[in-house]
């Protein structure tokens, strides 16, 4: 895996790259400035032996017909160093030894006059030499006197092994160095990544405006394509909306129309076999009308329950208003519709979608319960739940699979003779599990009827 | 005649050991020997016993074989034969060195060589562990009625004034001879040109010329000569039995001060050994209170309260006068001014 091409962390690629080219600097420097040192040291021992050189040969005279050396003190203390190196030298005229160390070697090779430096090895010890020619006449002949100083390389050595502890220090600061601006610099790039995902994941459920977060040019695209996608979303979201209640109207109102035709032709019909079919005709607009009804709340409960805005609901209320709304149709079946709330009780939730499951719950226990039974609606709490139970008198759920009946169009093996759409106890159980709730329903004990329980926390 | 042969054969071999010339050969025993150090030394052998002897009681089972000769003899035993020895203790600082710069010496590194200033070592091969000035030592008795000379140029008033008096009777180093007075000669003159004047005042008179500190000390003292110039002050201090009939003067003009120093040949057997009686030397000399044996020891402060004190570098501008035409140069001149007609 190399991590140069892995897709993995933005972080730790550019932190590695930028360590790369921290380690490849500090090399560089390393060499550059450590080479440097060596020239310089090389040329600083190079004028001092050929200044030392050059002092003798200025002492170098002819006196008499001979060559005189005077060598100067200085010419041998001004290569007096720290380490105290080891000094050699010669003297020649036409290659004869005058004075001097005379295995020395010279570090002429050429007939120039310019001083000539070589390193050779004498004694033992690597030894650098200078060599200065002059060209003098003794007695109307031309002969040339050679000067060579040599002179060991220790302090040198010892210079080079200082500058390159000083080095090694130098690259190492310059790489440590570069290499906490590389790990800030891959932390600061990812932070920039991380604060716009977090001010993203920060929104709540109905904020669908633009993303306006400060961030970096290289990111600007991303965001543009975010923005782009959270406003197609909102867009499909509102025309859903739009589509469900365009839905709603345009299904309701007709049906209405028609069940309102359909009674006012059965007041003007008399014979009996026409009044029944009208009356099937009228129920069956009835279930059709409920039928969508419950499809479009259910439609509209998946949507709301996808992304719940929390409100205080006050439940008694809620619950009383819906009872006091269906007590009329419960009345047409002879039905007593009795409700009973021990005291106020507050849920966090969506009004519309509690309003839908309570609506759906009584709904289902007057239209499967059987005339002339009372239906219980009972609100209480314990520590934590609001509870709400509704109990009939009716034929109770089948004894197996209760649980499988809150399943979309489900409907209990025993209800064939009723008619229903079997998404009302789906939709009560959506919206339970939404708010963090629970929908259990079973048969009352001891007794003929069912059970619902719809269970909410309390704020 | 097979007698004969072996015994010539003994002879010839004992011949280069023989090469250089001996002046006195002391054997300091060892109970139990384990090692002998075989020392080459310029100093008089009674003037370093006391040290040697201590030495020995801090490292029993070291015996020391000591010679005594003169600091050029040094260079041809250790340089010309190749003699074995495991130390060299000279008063030519300049010998020394060129020993040191062309090999001939072995490194040596311990906490005491460590603890010596930069001066004071050279190359981890040349130790110093004195400080020795070059004295005038001067006859109380001639100088009686005159004013004491503290300078050169005092002195050399002194020698016009007085012709008679000095005539004959001024000592110095015979610097073709001796290594010592050839380097207190070399430094005197590229110090001070006061000290050519003085040569040709001394060479005017006649100066007798000495291979050794030690007799111009006592010839000052039995009055045979009235001035010893550039003699050892350490030398003279130790003659406590001669004080009263002479003057030790350091020149206030300068003095020059020489380092005796010490180093391991590169061919010491007991280099080990050698090691230890260098660190004992360092210790003994640095310490107030050095002058346990003879010589004064290095203190830190010696340097500073005299400004006049010239102490010699140890380093390669010692080599200068050792080059052959520069000795033969300075010798001639030399002679020129101090050895004249009568």
């Known amino acids: 895996m190399w991590p140069f091409h892995a897709p993995g962390s933005i972080r730790l690629r550019l932190t590695l790259q930028l360590l790369t080219g921290a380690a490849v600097m500090a090399l560089v420097l390393f060499l550059i400035v450590y080479s440097f040192a060596r020239q310089i040291g090389a040329e600083s021992q190079d004028r001092i032996l050929s200044a030392s050189a050059t002092s003798i040969l200025d ?24 380490v105290d190196d080891r000094v050699f030298y010669r003297i020649t005229q036409d290659g004869e030894g005058l004075t001097g160390y005379d295995d020395l070697p010279s570090a002429r090779q050429d ?8 390193t050779v090895t004498y004694r033992g010890e690597e030894l650098r030499i200078a060599t200065l020619t002059r060209r003098v006449s003794v007695g109307g002949t031309p002969t040339r006197i050679d000067v060579t100083v040599g002179q060991t390389r220790d302090a040198q050595a010892d210079v080079l092994a200082r500058i390159l502890r000083m080095t090694v220090l130098l690259g190492f600061g310059f790489f440590a160095a570069s290499a906490l601006l590389a790990i800030l ?15 993203v994941s920060r929104r709540g459920p109905q904020d669908l405006r633009p993303v306006v977060a400060e961030v970096p040019s290289e990111m600007r695209p991303l965001v543009a394509s975010l923005n782009s996608l959270i406003a197609r979303l909102s867009a499909a979201l509102t025309r859903t909306e739009d589509f469900i209640a365009e839905a709603a109207h345009r299904v309701r109102t007709p049906l209405a129309t028609v069940r309102a035709h359909g009674e006012n032709t059965l007041r003007r019909v008399s014979k009996e076999e026409n009044r029944v079919s009208l009356r099937e005709m009228i129920r069956a607009i009835d279930e059709s009308s409920r039928a969508a009804g419950q499809l ?31 007590r009329p149709v419960a009345e047409l079946k002879d039905m007593d519709l009795r409700f009973e709330a021990s005291e106020e009780q507050e849920v966090m939730g969506d009004t519309i979608l509690i309003q839908n499951a309570v609506r759906n719950l009584l709904d289902n226990a007057i239209k499967y319960a059987p005339p002339e039974t009372p239906i219980d609606v009972a609100l209480t709490r314990d520590e934590a739940t609001a509870t709400l139970t509704i109990r009939d008198q009716g034929i109770g759920f089948p004894a197996t699979g209760a649980d499988a009946l809150t399943g979309r169009f489900a409907r209990g093996e025993n209800a064939t003779g ?42 | 005649m097979r007698a004969f042969i072996s015994s010539l054969a003994l002879i010839l071999s004992a011949l280069p050991a023989l090469a250089f ?6 054997q300091f025993p060892a109970a139990n020997q384990t090692a002998e150090l075989r020392v080459i030394s310029t100093a008089d052998a009674d003037l370093f016993a006391p040290f040697i002897t201590a030495f020995q009681a801090l490292n029993p089972g070291i015996a020391v074989d000591y010679y005594v000769v003169s600091s050029s003899e040094i260079m041809v035993a250790l340089q010309d034969e190749g003699e074995r020895f495991d130390l060299a203790i000279s008063s030519a600082m300049d010998l020394q060195i060129k020993l040191a710069n062309d090999g001939l010496a072995l490194p040596y590194r311990s906490g005491a060589t460590g603890s010596l200033p930069e001066w004071a070592i050279w190359r981890d091969r040349v130790f110093a562990f004195t400080q020795e000035p070059a004295t005038m030592v001067l006859s109380r008795a001639d100088f009686a009625d005159i004013d004491l000379p503290r300078t050169r140029q005092e002195l050399i008033t002194a020698l ?22 050839y380097l207190f000669a070399t430094q005197d003159g590229r110090t001070s040109e006061t000290f050519w004047r003085l040569a040709q005042v001394m060479g005017g008179l006649q100066t007798q010329l000495y291979r050794g500190s030690s007799d111009m000390i006592e010839d000052v003292a039995s009055g045979r000569i009235a001035v010893a110039y550039n003699v050892l002050g350490s030398y003279a201090q130790v003659r406590e039995d001669l004080h009263d009939r002479i003057h030790i003067i350091a020149p206030e003009d300068f003095t020059t001060v020489m380092m005796r120093t010490v180093l391991i040949p590169a061919n010491a057997e007991a280099p080990e050994a050698a090691g230890r009686f260098i660190d004992h030397l360092i210790e003994t000399a640095w310490t107030e209170g050095g002058g346990r044996f003879a010589f004064p020891g290095i203190t830190p402060a010696r340097l500073s309260e005299n400004a006049s004190l010239r102490p010699i570098q140890l380093g390669p501008g010692l080599l200068v006068y050792l080059d052959r035409l520069k000795r033969r140069q300075f010798i001639e001149e030399w002679e020129a001014a101090m050895v004249q007609p009568g």
């Open chain 1, 296 to 326: 479009l709340d259910h439609a509209m409960v998946s949507l709301r329950a996808d992304q719940l805005e929390l409100s205080p609901v006050a439940l008694r209320p809620l619950v009383a208003d819906l009872v006091d709304r269906l």
């Open chain 2, 21 to 26: 010339e001996i002046e006195e050969n002391v």
């Open chain 1, 185 to 199: 610099a891959g932390r600061s790039t990812a932070a920039s990544l991380s604060r716009l995902a977090e001010s």
């Open chain 1, 418 to 459: 009723v008619i229903g759409s079997g998404l009302g106890l789906t939709i009560a159980d959506e919206v339970a599990r939404a708010h963090g709730g629970t929908l259990t329903i079973a048969n009352t004990e001891g007794g003929p009827g069912a059970c619902v329980r719809l269970s909410l926390p309390l704020r």
């Open chain 2, 160 to 181: 016009r004034d007085h012709p008679e008096r000095f005539r004959e009777r001024i000592g110095t180093y015979d610097v073709r001879e001796s290594g010592l007075g």
């Open chain 1, 111 to 118: 007939q120039g006059t310019g001083p000539a430096f070589d």
């Open chain 1, 59 to 82: 002492a170098t005279t002819v006196q008499s017909g001979n060559i005189s050396v005077d060598i100067p003190y200085s010419a041998f203390t001004m290569l007096d160093n720290s």
